[in-house]
């Protein structure tokens, strides 16, 4: 998602439009869900995916129409199974998506995708409100609001701050609905940031940041070594950090439910110190590296600390998927394979 906001800022720089499409609602077994976006280029271009297939390329025919007119569409896609085989789907099914006109000459859009664009970049859970106009009008700047848990950004509105004081009731069980009020309201939650906390900035640390920040994770990097923690070393990721030590790990970087964290210092002492933090958060995935005497080791001294052998199963060691691999760039990759699984695979294969 962080790619499309960034894509339309720079679409914006330029003074070009672009079509922004969102999928409503589904049945079957699509291969996303509610709420991926995918945006078109005038030149018929896109960034990000709904699924590909003939589902993705009838959307991207209908963004003609959108530029034309620049006016919203709402469509309402029935796939037949050869149609659905097309999508990654075992069967058909209905897809519901909405394709809106992305006005740079509209600087209330242009400033309401800004504020977007920087609640993604720091990590901020936001909920967009839109106002879907009838006869399927132009959808300005003015028809779109930014929920914050504190804040709200947009044109006053009684009716939608009433919705804004809703929402942030029930504010992280959102999903993306159509409100049907006296108007029909999009509420389009922008949670589930996802990160990747590498704590050690060795060689394997640096294939992994390749890695993670080309799966789209906001991939951060920690160690107490400025000669190894820096942007000559990790050009791509979103942050690196020099950290006095690795203690007190929560001054630097906020671990969320969303983070997976990979641990990979230089030392026993300090991976211990590291886990013995993370296993007191809400972090999806704690991979730390290492062979199964290190870690029995590291298990029995966290143990006589007071953790259970409930919290250490959580913890991913030795990390990685076992594909025998030796080298930084195979630890690398064993270790991307992991954090996917855990990231896509059912909860109860993690």
């Known amino acids: 998602m962080n790619e499309i906001y960034e894509q339309i800022i720079e679409l914006f720089d330029s003074n070009q439009p672009s079509v922004m499409i969102t999928i409503l609602d589904k049945s079957g077994s699509a291969p996303r869900e509610e709420g991926t976006k995918m945006l078109v280029k005038k030149d018929f271009s896109i960034v990000g995916t709904i699924g590909g297939g003939i589902l993705e390329a009838v959307s991207i025919k209908l963004s003609s129409k959108v530029f034309e007119n620049k006016e919203y569409i709402i469509e309402d896609f029935s796939l037949t199974n050869n149609d659905a085989k097309s999508v990654g789907m075992v069967c058909g099914g209905k897809v519901k998506v909405l394709l809106e006109y992305i006005?740079?000459?509209?600087?209330?859009?242009?400033n309401a995708y800004k504020k977007m664009n920087e609640c993604s970049q720091k990590q901020v859970d936001f909920v967009l409100i839109t106002r879907l106009k009838e006869n399927n009008?132009?959808?300005?700047?003015?028809?779109?609001?930014?929920?914050?848990?504190t804040g709200f950004f947009g044109v006053e509105d009684e009716e939608v701050l009433d919705i804004a004081k809703s929402v942030r009731e029930d504010f992280h069980q959102l999903k993306i609905h159509i409100k049907n009020e006296k108007e029909r309201v999009l509420?389009?939650?922008?949670?589930?940031?996802?990160?990747?906390?590498?704590?050690?900035?060795?060689?394997?640390?640096?294939?992994i940041a390749e890695l993670t920040t080309n799966l789209g994770f906001y991939t951060i990097v920690l160690d107490d070594r400025e000669e190894f923690a820096n942007r000559e070393r990790f050009q791509k990721v979103d942050e690196v950090k020099v950290i006095e030590s690795f203690h007190k790990l929560s001054e630097y970087v906020t671990i969320?439910?969303?983070?997976?964290?990979?641990?990979?210092?230089?030392?026993?002492s300090n991976d211990k110190e590291v886990l013995a933090q993370m296993l007191k958060t809400d972090a999806?995935?704690?991979?730390?590296?290492?062979?199964?005497?290190?870690?029995?080791?590291?298990?029995?001294?966290?143990?006589?600390?007071?953790?259970t052998s409930e919290d250490l199963s959580r913890v991913f060691c030795p990390i990685g998927v076992n594909i025998y691999a030796q080298t930084p760039e195979e630890i690398a990759i064993s270790i991307a394979?992991?954090?996917?699984?855990?990231?896509?695979?059912?909860k109860d294969e993690e």
């Open 256 to 268: 969320t439910a969303n983070s997976y964290i990979i641990i990979v210092t230089r030392g026993h």
């Open 284 to 307: 999806k995935y704690i991979g730390m590296i290492g062979s199964r005497s290190k870690r029995d080791i590291t298990y029995k001294i966290l143990k006589e600390e007071g953790f």
């Open 337 to 346: 394979a992991e954090v996917i699984k855990v990231r896509r695979g059912p």
């Open 103 to 110: 006005d740079p000459d509209d600087y209330q859009m242009v």
């Open 137 to 149: 009008g132009y959808l300005s700047g003015r028809d779109k609001w930014i929920c914050t848990e």
């Open 187 to 207: 509420i389009e939650p922008h949670f589930n940031y996802e990160s990747v906390c590498i704590v050690g900035a060795g060689h394997v640390a640096q294939k």
